[in-house]
């Protein structure tokens, strides 16, 4: 049963430090979104690759955050340096071609919390 | 440009009964209509959507939604709440590209 999976689940690191999220894409998706949830903001936008280019990121803050494909099956988001404000779940998600009239396929989320 | 709006971030209905939440779009196309449902530590997964075939889409779990043109509704009701339909419930929007847009969410609590 395909999935989207995510890692690390959980991190828990120090501000200043540098954050690695990681994403498997379900095989054959073209189509990859990066979201983040706070009780305070509800599920944002920060960015989605079509093809592994990035086509869209303009909801995710540009000094710190940076988005990759650096493959079909690996979709990265890091963080740097962290912050307190960046404690959030992270899903990726995934899609075929033409994802607007179809399913994205959420991962299990990674929970990040900065100290 | 889309939007949806959930009317209500919290819901409760006691076990057994009727279950409604409630989601407005705005479209400037025909849109393509989905609800998503999260459960505790999980991701969001598909309910159902409505892509412009029947005006009422059934769903997993019992779910259904009628989309309604004139009212720019797209709301979702189950006949019956069970224990387990407690989660977080988000209604999202597409214009048929790649951009979604998703409710703020509403959280239905069920009362035994």
């Known amino acids: 049963d395909a999935r989207v999976t995510q890692t690390p689940r959980h991190k828990v690191t120090e501000m200043g430090q540098e954050v690695t999220m990681r994403c498997q894409p379900i095989l054959g998706h073209n189509t990859v979104f990066w979201y983040r949830q706070t009780m305070m903001q509800g599920l944002e936008l920060l960015a989605y690759?079509?093809?592994?280019?990035?086509?869209?990121d303009s909801g995710m803050p540009k000094d710190r955050f940076s988005a990759e494909m650096p493959d079909a099956t690996l979709a990265t988001l890091k963080i740097q340096p962290s912050e307190p404000r960046d404690s959030a779940v992270y899903f990726c998600?995934?899609?075929?071609?033409?994802?607007?009239?179809?399913?994205?396929?959420f991962g299990p989320g990674t929970r990040l919390t900065v100290l | 440009a889309q939007s949806v709006t959930q009317l209500g971030s919290h819901v409760s209905v006691s076990e057994g009964a009727l279950v409604l939440l409630r989601c407005n779009y705005s479209?400037?196309?025909?849109?393509?209509l989905f609800w998503y449902v999260q459960y505790p530590n999980q991701g969001l997964q598909l309910l159902l959507k409505y892509t412009s075939a029947a005006t009422l889409v059934k769903g997993i779990n019992g779910f259904e939604a009628e989309f309604k043109k004139s009212e720019t509704s797209f709301h979702l009701t189950k006949p019956s709440a069970h224990m387990s339909d407690a989660a977080e419930y988000f209604c999202?929007?597409?214009?048929?590209?790649?951009?979604?847009?998703f409710g703020t969410g509403t959280s239905l609590t069920v009362i035994p």
């Open positions: 998600a995934s899609g075929p071609l033409w994802v607007g009239a179809n399913e994205q396929f």
């Open positions: 479209s400037s196309v025909p849109p393509y």
């Open positions: 999202a929007v597409s214009d048929g590209g790649n951009q979604f847009y």
């Open positions: 690759f079509r093809n592994r280019a990035p086509l869209d």
